[in-house]
């Protein structure tokens, strides 16, 4: 099993910056477990944000993010920070970080470990 807990999101102006936080832990999370951030908004399906491969350690963004946003992995490889800047009124939803060991997907489907999610609103 995987527990993740993510944190980091709160109020912030447009333009602005916010660190989102995961961290991870249980028996099948290891250091080649990817772990992905995806984001939902009122009304919309849940939509994929950015990825970091367990294996690898590269990185895949959405387009949306590309630029904005950074993905990184810390040391010991149980915490996966998003850092965002620029950040844009259309960027406000709920994110949540997921891990998988089946694969580095864009697909939420294909992940099976979520964390509570922490809502990010950027407004003026």
């Known amino acids: 099993q995987v527990q993740l807990v993510d944190t980091g999101g709160g109020l912030v102006q447009p333009g602005g910056s916010l660190r989102l936080s995961c961290a991870a832990s249980?028996?099948?999370?290891?250091?080649?477990?990817?772990v992905g951030w995806f984001r939902q908004a009122p009304g919309k399906e849940r939509e994929f944000v950015a990825i970091i491969s367990g294996g690898t350690g590269i990185a895949y963004y959405a387009d949306s993010v590309k630029g904005r946003f950074i993905i990184s992995r810390d040391g010991a490889k149980t915490t996966v920070v998003l850092q965002m800047a620029s950040l844009k009124p259309e960027d406000t939803a709920v994110y949540y970080c997921?891990?998988?060991?089946?694969?580095?997907?864009?697909?939420?489907?294909?992940?099976?470990?979520w964390g509570q999610g922490t809502q990010v609103t950027v407004s003026s």
């Open positions: 249980g028996r099948t999370f290891t250091a080649y477990t990817n």
């Open positions: 997921a891990a998988s060991n089946r694969g580095a997907y864009t697909q939420p489907d294909r992940y099976d470990y």
